[in-house]
């Protein structure tokens, strides 16, 4: 198995905290002849280029985790077009510049961790069908980095664009081919990553974005065949609508006292019907907005579900409770963007999508707000969270059958 700069280059998203030790460093599989790394919040994984040795049968091909300083040191003297043999040397994993000219082996100390599985398809693909674009890489990573002068890049994927925004600039272009049916979508993500997650992934000349509700994806191919794909996780969120200015009203005529119209009937009466629950919605929502809300002209929609989780969640990760009260509240929505600030995305705690599922898993069983707070102050860390997802998911059990 080669290496390439493309695959060495992942040390740049690894994590940089010490509670994940897997995530430290770059997974190396000589088998499957693909390298991975993430940092908890977005993932990239990159094909070695072709022609490189097969892996050996037995101990030698199994998989390891490259700590990150050893591939930040050997890809920093490598050149562009340079290749890095993968070896091993009484069992254990050892890299040489294949370059044509005798070198001494490298020889590092693989991390001692499992990395987990993040073939998983549900975190590489979102819920539904994705908006679809196809552009030119280098021009898109210029743009985006002209445009994401701020904290966060609000994302938007339409049918022959895309578009990022970022205070105090606004840069569209109009680029790609779009696939057939795309739909507008928005998300908001942070800048840093969003600009780490296109260096790592659009290797090739072109690449292809999918954008769910919750998460971007990357995908890339060179043309000797190496390809990649990336995707920032637990991150993005739904960006607002836009609000168009109301069009302005027409003068009124006063009537004319010369003409003599007739006066029109009155409508008749709308006779009230009963409301007609969602068939697609599952769950039902948190608080007092358990029947159908109309908001009236200019007042804001009541948050929705996610809304709630994800402000919890934030809640929960600066050590705060979860009341009732917080539960039933709607004026949080413009809160979120602050609870993440300074906030370590490896910290510690239980992931995002272990948070939703068990918030969806509570409001399926329709528990009460009083158990919905015991047992989400009951996470602390990943293990708890596994250990509340079991303990519903056996709960529910019975009553499904």
Same mark, same amino acid.
């Given at each position: ?15 940089? %905290?010490?509670?994940? $030790? ?28 072709? %022609? ?13 985790? #490259?700590?990150?300083? $050893? ?23 050892? #890299? ?56 966060? $890049? ?132 948190? %608080? ?30 600066? %050590? ?22 300074? #906030? ?58």
């Amino acid at each position: 198995m080669h290496l390439s700069k493309e695959n060495l280059n992942l040390h740049r998203i690894v994590s940089t %905290g010490e509670t994940k $030790v897997a995530f430290t460093g770059v997974h190396v599989n000589p088998r499957a002849k693909v390298t991975a790394a993430s940092n908890g919040s977005m993932l990239v994984e990159v094909t070695a280029p072709p %022609g490189g040795p097969q892996a050996a049968d037995g101990k030698e091909s199994e998989p390891f985790i #490259l700590p990150a300083k $050893v591939a930040r040191e050997v890809a920093k003297g490598l050149g562009d077009q340079a290749k890095v043999q993968v070896g091993f040397d009484k069992g254990k994993p050892v #890299l040489t510049v294949a370059d044509g000219k005798k070198s001494a082996p490298i020889s590092f100390k693989p991390l001692d961790a499992v990395y987990p599985d993040y073939q998983k398809p549900h975190l590489w693909s979102g819920k539904g069908d994705p908006a679809t674009l196809t552009c030119d890489s280098e021009y898109v990573k210029d743009v985006l980095q002209a445009a994401a002068t701020g904290k966060t $890049v609000r994302l938007t994927l339409s049918a022959d664009r895309i578009r990022f925004e970022s205070e105090p600039r606004d840069v569209a272009m109009a680029v790609g081919k779009p696939a057939p049916g795309a739909e507008e979508r928005s998300l908001t993500f942070n800048s840093e990553l969003l600009r780490q997650v296109f260096a790592a992934a659009a290797i090739g000349k072109s690449m292809t974005l999918l954008l769910w509700d919750d998460r971007l994806r990357i995908e890339s191919r060179k043309d000797d065949g190496q390809s990649a794909r990336g995707v920032i996780m637990c991150c993005g969120q739904p960006a607002p609508s836009r609000v168009e200015a109301p069009a302005p009203k027409k003068a009124e005529v006063p009537p004319d006292p010369s003409k003599d119209e007739a006066p029109k009937p009155k409508p008749p009466a709308a006779v009230p019907t009963p409301s007609v629950p969602n068939p697609n919605r599952r769950f039902r929502p948190w %608080g007092r907005y358990r029947a159908p809300f109309v908001p009236k002209d200019g007042e804001p929609k009541p948050p929705t579900d996610k809304q709630r989780m994800l402000y919890t969640y934030f809640l929960r990760r600066h %050590g705060q409770e979860i009341t009732p009260e917080i539960l039933a509240s709607t004026d949080f929505v413009g809160k979120i963007e602050e609870l993440k600030k300074g #906030l370590s995305y490896d910290q510690e705690f239980a992931t995002w999508p272990q948070w939703k599922k068990v918030n969806y898993l509570l409001l399926e069983r329709q528990a009460d707000p009083k158990t919905i707070c015991e047992v989400l102050n009951a996470i602390k860390d990943i293990k708890t969270a596994s250990e509340a997802i079991s303990s519903l998911v056996k709960k529910a059990e019975p009553a499904a059958a």
